[in-house]
């Protein structure tokens, strides 16, 4: 009973530390990089969500001029798009730029990366659970979610194939923003039949030059695919600055100046955490109340056990054990039972880890798994040892100090 | 071999005792007769160094017991003194060979062979490997009596072996405790307060 106690709490605080950390590791690596995402106005959190751990929808769409204006700002270093639009089998397609492989630090496995509309590269986790190789085609589903209408007319081709990077990217579809764009181009052509291509590219100029004559030149040298790009949207940008001063001032600016909005990834996951912070406390010090009234349950089952197996401790020193043997007999019968404690307990947390995981594998295309110790573990282990050390220390003294004439004659 | 002089021992006001003085030679075994109350199981823890006198001496085989530290005198109960109790006592989580083994760890003496050539000579080799509880009584008494012969002691000291056993058993038991004690050269020293038993002795005490 008192060992259940032990397993349960040693178990529950484990868990939670290996998920905590896992979840932790897990976000920070795929923060790096990014000091910023800029989006559609709405939730930061969402926004952070959607454009960096790829969890949550997005935000909306923001015009591909209004993102250019904040790239261009002195104090973006870098900057990576991101454009939303199709899933394959519920993982998201995302068209970007070939930056975003290097954010990750991803490696092309088998293949290239992408040079023409419609190419995709796999990430690792997709094309290893679904079986996809090079020159495969996929048909993509319209939306984020499997159940989204299907792109049948147009299949992207896979020209490459990632390596595992253990960061989001292993679950993504790489393209480039073209094929987003022309994918959804065609999707809208079809659905309206009444516009045609051409002229809503006429309708697109007459925009443009109401705005600006003198870029109207510049345009008219561009490239017929390049111009199409400058009324397109993109879903959110991700940044990177130049110095980590600007990080204070910047996104204040954004949100203040443009109807565009800029949320700071480290900043919105640590009010994340704050918010599941105090629910992992209270899980805590309640494991820890298991554990301490395992200790008592553990003290008094030792006493009362001495209590009835007085003769056979009697019996003992008769048969020529010394009073310090038979001590730390009774406190290693303790030590035993609470590290056996420990390590089912460190089990149980395992098993639930894995639990957990393929929970949010199955629901959240993301994944943990290491099953290494962790040194707060090691405190765990520390903490059993003591609770084994301490409620075995009145028992052995009762033993130490035991009359053996008394108890024998006492039957 | 053994000689007490002058033994002492107080519990309290009202419960003290003092002990005529032992002498014991080699090979000789001893009764020590007595009614209740008198302190037969006092002596007897005494001479088991179970108890520490207030005053005297207790020589066994050239050592005075009594000078011994707590430990020192564990490790001498031991190696040369093996008890048998009036109920038979057993750590009860294990078998009776592991109960044996038990003791020839604690008394230092590890020797595989001598537990089977014990419990064959006590003709219960066959329950070696069952838990003591489980079996019967007379079964238990001579499991008990392995317990003290075990690590071959120089002493066996009993404890009312036979006071709830009927006459025919009665004369069994001590019997066999003598025929163990002669056949593993060790001194019986029987403490008691069933009359029957005299006949069985040559040399005895009354308290």
């Excluded at chain 1, 020209?159 to 579809?173: A, F, K, R």
Aim: glycine share 6%.
């Amino acid at each position: 009973m008192s060992l259940a106690l032990l397993i349960f709490g040693i178990g529950i605080i484990s868990l939670l530390l290996q998920l905590n950390s896992l979840i932790k590791t897990q976000m920070d690596n795929n923060l790096k990089g990014i000091d910023m995402v800029v989006g559609a106005k709405g939730s930061p959190l969402q926004l952070i969500l959607s454009a960096v751990y790829h969890i949550d929808s997005p935000t909306g769409n923001i015009s591909f001029e209004d993102a250019k204006k904040i790239k261009n700002n002195r104090m973006v270093g870098s900057s990576i798009d991101l454009l939303y639009g199709d899933n394959y089998k519920g993982y998201r397609i995302v068209g970007t730029e070939e930056k975003f492989l290097e954010l990750y630090n991803a490696k092309i496995k088998e293949g290239r990366k992408w040079n023409n509309p419609l190419e995709v590269v796999v990430g690792s986790k997709i094309h290893t659970k679904l079986n996809i190789s090079i020159d495969d085609e996929l048909i993509s589903s319209h939306g984020l979610r499997e159940t989204g209408e299907q792109h049948s007319d147009q299949l992207f081709k896979v020209v490459g194939l990632l390596e595992p990077s253990n960061s989001v990217i292993d679950q993504l579809i790489v393209t480039s923003p073209e094929s987003i764009w022309d994918l959804h181009d065609d999707h809208d052509h079809d659905k309206e039949h009444e516009h045609d291509h051409d002229k809503e590219h006429e309708h697109d100029h007459d925009e443009e030059d109401e705005h600006d004559h003198d870029e109207e030149h510049e345009h008219d040298h561009d490239e017929e695919h390049e111009h199409d790009h400058d009324d397109k949207e993109i879903t959110a940008m991700l940044i990177k600055f130049k110095s980590p001063m600007n990080i204070i001032q910047f996104p204040r600016q954004i949100n203040e100046n443009t109807n565009l909005q800029a949320a700071v990834p480290s900043y919105e996951i640590s009010r994340l955490f704050k918010l599941f912070g105090f629910g992992i406390e209270t899980l805590t010090y309640l494991a820890y109340l298991i554990i301490i009234v395992s200790g008592f349950s553990l003290f008094i089952n030792l006493f009362n056990s001495m209590r009835e197996r007085k003769y056979e401790m009697a019996l003992i020193r008769t048969l020529g054990s010394s009073r310090r043997q038979l001590s730390m007999m009774i406190i290693f019968e303790s030590l035993i039972l609470t590290t056996v404690g420990f390590f089912i307990g460190l089990l149980v947390s395992r098993l639930g880890v894995m639990f957990v995981s393929s929970l949010m594998e199955e629901s959240l295309n993301y994944n943990l798994n290491s099953f290494g110790i962790l040194n707060e573990e090691l405190w765990l282990l520390v903490l059993s040892i003591f609770i084994g050390l301490v409620s075995s220390i009145i028992p052995a003294l009762q033993v130490y100090n035991l009359n053996i004439s008394e108890t024998l004659a006492d039957e | 071999m053994i000689q007490t002089k002058k033994l002492n021992f107080k519990y309290n006001d009202q419960a003290a005792f003092s002990f005529p003085d032992i002498k014991l030679g080699k090979n000789e075994n001893l009764l020590i007769i007595g009614s209740s109350g008198i302190g037969k199981t006092t002596l007897l823890h005494l001479l088991a160094g179970l108890l520490q006198s207030d005053s005297g001496s207790i020589n066994l085989y050239g050592q005075d017991i009594s000078k011994l530290t707590q430990y020192e005198l564990d490790r001498f109960r031991g190696q040369n003194i093996g008890i048998v109790f009036q109920k038979p006592h057993f750590v009860n989580s294990l078998t009776v060979k592991e109960n044996l083994q038990l003791a020839q760890y604690l008394g230092n003496k590890v020797n595989q062979g001598r537990i089977d050539d014990i419990l064959s000579s006590l003709n219960i080799l066959d329950k070696k490997n069952k838990n003591p509880k489980k079996l019967s009584q007379g079964e238990k008494q001579r499991a008990c009596i392995a317990m003290a012969i075990v690590n071959s002691p120089k002493l066996i000291l009993a404890d009312e072996p036979t006071s709830s056993l009927d006459d025919e058993n009665c004369d069994r038991v001590i019997k066999l405790l003598k025929k163990q004690a002669s056949e593993f050269n060790a001194q019986l020293v029987v403490i008691t307060h069933d009359n029957r038993l005299k006949k069985h002795f040559k040399k005895s005490i009354k308290l």
